[in-house]
């Protein structure tokens, strides 16, 4: 990804917030989770 932060919603649905990209992808690797742009145009983007 090549956005500084993203809008953070967790894998129940829950709004995690706004947060560097590279927190958002240690986070997803730490729950074995694979982090998604399921909004890339809106600001910042949306990942799940």
Do not use: H, W, Y
Request: include cysteine; hydrophobic fraction near 40%; glycine fraction near 4%.
């Amino acid at each position: 990804m090549r956005v500084k932060e993203v809008r953070v919603i967790d894998s129940e649905g829950n709004q995690f917030g706004v947060i560097p990209t590279k927190e958002a992808q240690k986070i997803a690797e730490e729950k074995e989770l694979d982090l998604v742009m399921i909004s890339p145009n809106a600001n910042p983007p949306v990942c799940r």
